[in-house]
């Protein structure tokens, strides 16, 4: 099963954190990891495009791990914050959608401080 956490905090998404496999085929195989993958490495690339360099992304592979997180803020203005919360909104119903249709392989938490 795949986790996904979501941290928001002051009203900013400041963390994504997804780790595991789906296990709905074998290693390789699985198309719902694969969904997984995609959504969350196209979102990080757009971020990466909109405000580069302000942000921290670690990932392995095997293990199915991936991590955004340490967003700076500081003199984004308005337009772009905007823009990096759809981002992240969008990431999210992309990721409940995908774990509709796969039958619960996902399970993902919201943290809002």
Request: aromatic fraction near 10%; include cysteine; hydrophobic fraction near 45%.
């Amino acid at each position: 099963m795949t986790k996904v956490v979501f941290k928001k905090e002051n009203g900013f998404w400041s963390r994504l954190e997804i780790n595991g496999h789906a296990n709905y085929a074998n290693f390789g195989q699985d198309i719902v990891c694969a969904a997984i993958s995609t959504a969350a490495i196209m979102s990080i690339n757009l971020l990466e495009r909109i405000i580069p360099n302000r942000f921290e992304v670690f990932q392995n592979d095997q293990k199915g791990y991936i991590c955004l997180e340490n967003i700076c803020y500081d003199d984004i203005d308005k337009e772009k914050v905007i823009f990096i919360h759809q981002i992240f909104e969008n990431l999210k119903d992309t990721l409940l959608e995908i774990d509709w249709r796969s039958m619960d392989m996902l399970i993902m938490l919201i943290s809002v401080k």
